[in-house]
């Protein structure tokens, strides 16, 4: 069992985590082309914060985690509240074979760092993307390790801004910003958060 299998349960029970990610869904929804019958997928969805709250921008909704638990509680809230367009599915992006759909717009939250291959992640982001698609990543700026305090193991202590552009471009992305798009508080410190926004050609 993962470390995420076991806050899965009580994910949703941190208020800030929730409001991070109503944010988060307001800045990319801000950005999406208003256009109807796109289809979206959330790399490492957790429990699915983001696209609850992005559930009326998409006609379709792929939900991928790598973690069992928070599966579980996703798949409870999907069939709580009667979202036909959810399909959660297990799925390593950076390593596991392509599922066979295309999307028009990828996106994730405070899931990059955990994932050790960057390069990997936004080659394969941009396999799955329709010709066109928008790649949205909100994650940590550069930190000095001091974010994780409980004992979960970060695989990187968030992204220079410069650096990830240049890895977004040479993975064939285009049309690469950064905004900043939250401020997590705590142990009296503030760790901003950016939003990657992207384009596939
Ligand atoms: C910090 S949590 C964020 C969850 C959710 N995005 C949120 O903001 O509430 C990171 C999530 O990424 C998932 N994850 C870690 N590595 C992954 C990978 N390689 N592929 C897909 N999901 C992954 C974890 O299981 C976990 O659910």
Redesign the pocket.
């Known amino acids: 069992m ?1 470390d ?1 299998d076991q806050r899965a349960k009580d ?1 949703d029970n941190d208020p800030k ?1 929730v409001e ?2 109503r944010v988060v869904a307001d800045a990319i929804r801000a950005a999406l082309p208003k256009r109807p019958g796109q289809t979206g997928l959330e ?5 699915g ?2 696209s609850f709250a992005l559930q009326n921008d998409f006609i379709h909704i792929t939900l ?4 069992e638990g ?1 599966l579980e509680v996703l798949a409870a809230k999907i069939a709580d509240a009667g979202l036909g367009h959810f399909s959660p599915i297990r ?5 596991d074979p392509l599922p066979a759909s295309r999307f028009d717009a990828a996106y ?4 990059l760092h ?2 050790p291959d960057t390069d990997a992640f936004l080659r394969r982001s941009g396999e799955i993307l329709n010709p066109g698609g928008l790649l949205f990543i909100a994650d940590l700026d550069a930190e000095d390790g001091t974010f994780h305090t409980d004992g979960t193991i970060d695989v990187h202590l968030g992204f220079e801004r410069g650096d990830l552009q240049r890895r977004a471009e040479a993975a064939g992305f285009h049309d690469v910003s950064f905004s900043t798009v939250y401020v997590i508080r705590k142990n009296g410190r503030e760790y901003p958060i950016f939003l990657l926004v992207a384009r596939k050609n």
């Open positions: 993962t995420f994910w985590k991070r990610a790399v490492g969805c957790g429990t914060l983001l991928a985690d790598t973690s928070m799925l390593d992006l950076a390593r994730s939250l405070m899931t955990h994932i």
